[in-house]
């Protein structure tokens, strides 16, 4: 038997899994990465976290997917911020019977508590994901794995009757993998509600050194990057590249409405060089500091004011005070459009194809045009 596992990280997912190999089911560990999992690369975390529970690991990238079929316009809605969390949790179980299907796997697991979660794991969301799950059971690449008739025993009649809760599963109708002996339903558990406590105690039984507590983990739901999201939304129509911008840097939202976003650090520069169909980099020629990126079609007084916040943040913002407002008289310059001024406090910032002789605007001025004013 081989079982495929949502494996979020967390350590429900991984005892959710050490049930089944306990049992000598062999376990492939799917992670499915929807662009909103964090920002830090887990990569080696998730391989040393399934090694430990005797799984296989499997990364699937399905940013795309969810940011086309799920983000914008969930059937089910969102929690508190932007999580549609029943929809992302129903998509990815229809990727892992997808994936079911190519590996030639039996069902599939996830490491869901009852009554965890407020909006994804009470009764009533478990049963709408279940709901989804079934409608996905239609497409005819699963009719080989039913029988909706019911007359063949050893099938199925609906697909979501393949997806098995070990960590809750005594408090669950049975599912088709127990009923058939796959699995057996008393090495499975009945924990509920949002206690962790029994779920600890099998993490210092196990010895396990790679676990992390259940919850946080999406960025959907932080506030930030929620408000982000719906800023950016509301302003135009979002491209995939755009998920980039709501998670990191200083996003401010400029006189003329253009979005802007300047890194805080090196690992966010590096991100924000990433190509993005709607924005242009913003570079200090000049200068050490941030990359910064602006909307292409902001106005030419927003993309200035644009390259002063961004030298601002940079070791000019520190070296001179730039109190003047820079000169916007263009001319050309090495095969670039160049912006300048006589102000002797100016640099050159180069923004898209275009050079800007700018002043650095001060950072406590530069702090009005925040979203967030942290």
């Not at 950016?232 to 998670?247: F, N």
Request: net charge neutral.
């Amino acid at each position: 038997m081989t079982a495929l596992a949502l494996f979020s990280g967390g350590c429900d997912s991984l005892i959710s899994m050490k049930l089944l190999t306990m049992q000598n089911i062999r376990v492939i560990a799917l992670h499915f990465n929807i662009g909103f999992g964090g920002n830090k690369d887990k990569l080696e975390y998730f391989q040393n976290a399934a090694k430990q529970v005797g799984a296989e690991l499997m990364i699937c990238d399905i940013r795309e997917q969810f940011f086309d079929n799920v983000l914008f316009a969930p059937k089910y809605g969102y929690g508190k911020y932007f999580n549609p969390c029943i929809d992302c949790h129903a998509n990815m179980f229809a990727n892992a019977f997808y994936k079911l299907l190519e590996l030639d796997a039996d069902f599939v697991i996830s490491g869901e508590v009852l009554g965890q979660r407020p909006k994804s794991q009470r009764k009533e969301a478990l049963d709408q994901v279940r709901k989804l799950v079934r409608e996905v059971g239609a497409d005819k690449r699963f009719e080989a794995i039913l029988d909706p008739s019911g007359s063949d025993p050893s099938k199925p009649r609906y697909l979501d009757e393949l997806l098995l809760r070990p960590m809750s599963a005594k408090l669950l109708e049975e599912s088709f993998p127990e009923k058939m002996g796959w699995v057996d339903r008393e090495g499975l558990l009945d924990v509920n509600g949002r206690a962790r406590h029994r779920q600890l105690e099998m993490v210092k039984k196990w010895g396990w050194k790679y676990y992390e507590n259940p919850g946080g983990g999406c960025l959907l739901t932080d506030i930030n990057v929620a408000n982000k999201l719906k800023d950016l939304s509301a302003h135009r129509k979002m491209v995939l590249e755009d998920t980039t911008l709501v998670k990191i840097g200083r996003y401010m939202v400029l006189p003329n409405g253009a979005r802007c976003v300047i890194g805080r650090n090196q690992e966010e520069n590096d991100k924000l060089k990433a190509p993005n169909p709607q924005m242009e980099i913003i570079e200090l020629l000049e200068d050490i500091g941030p990359i910064g990126v602006v909307e292409k079609d902001a106005s030419q007084a927003d993309k200035i004011l644009a390259a002063r916040i961004t030298l601002g943040y940079g070791k000019a913002g520190h070296d001179k005070v730039g109190h003047e407002k820079a000169g916007a008289v263009n001319m050309a310059a090495a095969g670039a459009n160049v912006a300048t001024t006589t102000n002797p406090s100016a640099h050159k910032v180069q923004v898209g194809a275009e050079v800007l002789e700018v002043s650095p605007l001060p950072r406590e001025q530069a702090r009005e045009y925040l979203l967030f004013k942290d």
